[in-house]
T-cell receptor, first 117, second 116 residues
Framework: AQTVTQSQPEMSVQEAETVTLSCTYD???????LFWYKQPPSRQMILVIRQEAYKQQNATENRFSVNFQKAAKSFSLKISDSQLGDTAMYFC??????????????FGTGTRLAVRP | KAGVTQTPRYLIKTRGQQVTLSCSPISGHRSVSWYQQTPGQGLQFLFE???????NKGNFPGRFSGRQFSNSRSEMNVSTLELGDSALYLC???????????????FGQGTRLTVV
């Protein structure tokens, strides 16, 4: 079974600054996907960024980037130029690769991020 | 392209009753997964349906069941409701074909169930 750990329950950052959210995971799989989801107060889960384990290059999406360390089983999210709209709960999630595995997501416990004006 | 639609958005039920929640996935998506979100347990996987068949199942009692129709719409049923079933129930849809650039789950806005 897979486990995902987010050790930072809450974080705070000043607007326009950079913040990094941590995520570690445990799996015996060699091929999988990792995701960061954002859940604002509206409760709508929104995909922020995804990473395929077989790709060594770190994924980036505008102000969001990841530091994927496969050997260390670490997958941190960096938010640059933080904006007030980034205030939300952030979840790290794992999905096994392969049709027979299905599209089941295993989530971490989340990090509540507050962006201060 | 319409997103994932969950109905109803809010529901209040009494202990012992049963409830049915509905999820309409994005057009073309064949996989629908259900998650329970509570402050204490976080996000927990309930089950996944793909082409009308349950493909994955989480560790929930048999009171929790689901099904998927030929148009990929899914329903989740909880019988004999308990106070602890109060939660936000999220549905996610995906292509379900296992891997590749299109591996992504899109979530609905959830159904907030309160059991009193």
């Amino acid at each position: 079974a897979q486990t995902v750990t987010q050790s930072q329950p809450e974080m705070s950052v000043q607007e326009a600054e950079t913040v990094t959210l941590s995520c570690t995971y445990d799996t015996s799989e060699s091929n999988y996907y990792l995701f960061w989801y954002k859940q604002p107060p509206s409760r709508q889960m929104i995909l922020v960024i995804r990473q395929e384990a077989y790709k060594q290059q770190n994924a980036t999406e505008n102000r969001f980037s990841v530091n994927f360390q496969k050997a260390a089983k670490s997958f941190s999210l960096k938010i640059s130029d933080s904006q007030l709209g980034d205030t939300a709960m952030y979840f790290c999630a794992f999905m096994k690769h392969g049709r027979s595995s299905g599209d089941k997501l295993t989530f971490g416990t989340g990090t509540r991020l507050a962006v201060r004006p | 392209k319409a997103g994932v639609t969950q109905t109803p958005r809010y529901l209040i039920k009494t202990r012992g009753q049963q409830v049915t929640l509905s999820c309409s996935p994005i057009s073309g998506h064949r996989s629908v997964s259900w998650y329970q979100q509570t402050p204490g347990q976080g996000l927990q996987f309930l089950f996944e349906y793909f082409s009308e068949t349950q493909r994955n199942k989480g560790n929930f009692p048999g009171r929790f069941s689901g099904r998927q129709f030929s148009n990929s719409r899914s329903e989740m049923n909880v019988s004999t409701l308990e106070l602890g079933d109060s939660a936000l129930y999220l549905c996610a849809s995906s292509l379900g074909v296992g891997g590749g650039m299109n591996t992504e789950a899109f979530f609905g806005q959830g159904t907030r169930l309160t059991v009193v």
